[in-house]
């Protein structure tokens, strides 16, 4: 753990930017200023040295909320899933997931951030080997589960991590820019290895494939991360709080991933109960001696523009992800390692560019017009695919909104992580992170299932109507990519009115 979190000195606080120091576009950051004579800083290699570990753990909880897309028809003729048996799946692992993000971010803070962190590695890849073996859908629902909750562990305090390690605003740039593409490419790749492992070897190593990396990362982590000790548990743990939260994250996530396969009526008072809990655990931290969520922490302009914008944001790129694939299978007829193939010039693209100009160009132009530039990629890119039609080819019709999509995400995803972790406080890096990390998921799931519920429900209207199979799944495809256009040009919008910089 950076040797920056582990002092227990109240830190003072200065605003350093990004860029052009006067410039309105530079991406303001949180640098700490202690008030006491520092311990000698990590040597560089280090500190680089943890990012190769944070982004090993990463990379392995979002391969896995991907990984299985690809590879469900398997374990459905495998195991005997009927149709709704089958998304459990996959939101076995996102609710906890969902879940348990702020809950575990704050914990973070309080008992050490890479306690946290290698304890998630640990239950991560367990729960990854008890899905490989599984023979039973009971067994691989609930290995799934814990998944959840091991990736929320390891996800939820990566940021804060990150953020204290590379204090210095260009430095943290280039850190955000590495981390990002990982994760970005990650999602892709996911797709990709789901379709390779199932078609070349068995649906089981989708998840056998994480031994080796969750051992690997979890021996890194302990010999390369910093430790710290956290505040303590004594101070800051409000557990009536944290059970609200945590149950209506839970709720939230669940009524959402889940909102196809009931009806309206109870899928409105699932939302209405998560609401009550929401605002019960609003009141509880208002009273709170020590609360859980400090409400002060959306008071940041920053902070909670972010978020807001990243619901938006991911919630369009999921649904690509996942209606994307469809298309390709159910339309155009790929199969699983052709499908995951398609998919290959995204993270390819991702990385690249991430990594390749990501920092630099946040560093010239400033984190708000990277991500306008970014978003309006990703507008038209979504535009493109609107129009994807029956008897579509890949090369003209599929490439190339997806290359505007990856070209659009690899400048909007940085320069959005930046901006909102410029938004907390040191002492809450934490906890920030692991909001940033729930807004994913939530934008994640709110994606998938609205998308999704769109695409079905127009096909099944053509259907009625006599159209014949293909013609009318793709027409219902193009309905949910027109509508994740609209929601896109809505994260834009609310960027450019929200995420503006101030003048020094």
């Known amino acids: 753990m950076p040797l920056s979190m582990v002092t227990h000195d109240v830190p003072r606080y200065k605003s350093c930017t990004i860029g052009d120091p006067g410039g309105s576009a530079a991406m303001t950051a949180i640098v700490e200023t202690p008030t006491h004579t520092p311990h000698p800083p990590q040597r560089t290699h280090s500190r680089w040295a943890s990012l190769v570990v944070l982004c090993a753990g990463t990379l392995m909880t979002i391969l896995d909320g991907n990984i299985v897309t690809v590879a469900m028809p398997a374990m459905q003729s495998d195991l005997g899933f009927s149709g709704p048996g089958l998304a459990w799946v996959v939101n076995a692992y996102l609710i906890p997931f969902g879940g348990l993000l702020l809950l575990v971010g704050r914990l973070g803070d309080l008992i050490g951030r890479k306690r946290t962190f290698t304890a998630g590695l640990a239950v991560f890849t367990a729960a990854s080997v008890l899905c490989g073996v599984a023979t039973g859908q009971g067994v691989l629902i609930a290995a799934r589960a814990l998944q959840g909750v091991g990736g929320a562990m390891t996800s939820a305090v990566v940021l804060g991590m990150l953020v204290a390690l590379f204090p210095e605003p260009r430095e943290q740039a280039r850190a955000i820019a590495v981390f990002s593409a990982v994760g970005a490419a990650g999602g892709a790749l996911g797709t990709f290895l789901g379709g390779a492992l199932t078609e070349l070897l068995d649906w089981h190593w989708i998840f056998l494939i994480n031994l080796p990396i969750g051992i690997a990362a979890w021996l890194m982590a302990m010999r390369v991360l910093e430790p710290d000790r956290g505040a303590g548990l004594g101070k800051g743990a409000d557990y009536p709080g944290a059970a609200l939260v945590t149950a209506a994250l839970m709720l939230t996530v669940y009524a959402i991933v889940g909102a196809g396969d009931r009806d309206l009526t109870t899928t409105l008072l699932l939302t209405a109960l998560a609401l009550a809990l929401f605002a019960a655990f609003t009141l509880r931290q208002a009273r709170a001696a020590r609360p859980l969520l400090r409400l002060r922490l959306f008071g940041s302009r920053l902070l909670s523009g972010a978020n807001a914008v990243q619901i938006l944001m991911i919630a369009t790129m999921y649904g690509f992800q996942f209606i994307g694939a469809l298309y390709l299978q159910r339309v155009l007829g790929y199969g699983e390692l052709l499908t995951g193939t398609a998919f290959l010039p995204a993270p390819v693209a991702i990385g690249v560019l991430m990594l390749g100009l990501s920092a630099r160009t946040v560093g010239r132009f400033g984190a708000y017009r990277v991500l306008l530039a970014g978003l309006a990629l990703i507008v038209a890119g979504m535009a493109l695919l609107s129009r994807a039609p029956v008897d579509g080819s890949y090369v003209t019709d599929v490439l190339p909104p997806l290359l505007l999509l ?46 999704s519920v769109l695409a079905a429900s127009r096909t099944e209207g053509l259907l009625g109507r006599g159209t014949e199979l293909v013609a009318a799944t793709a027409e219902g495809y193009q309905l949910a990519f027109r509508v994740a256009t609209v929601v896109a040009v809505g994260a834009l919008v609310l960027a450019a009115a929200v995420l503006r910089e101030r003048q020094n």
């Open 406 to 451: 990856a070209t659009g995400f690899a400048a909007a995803m940085p320069a959005l992580t930046g901006l909102a972790m410029a938004g907390a406080r040191a002492e809450d890096a934490g906890l920030a992170s692991g909001l940033f990390n729930t807004t994913q998921v939530v934008g994640g799931s709110l994606g998938l299932a609205a998308l």
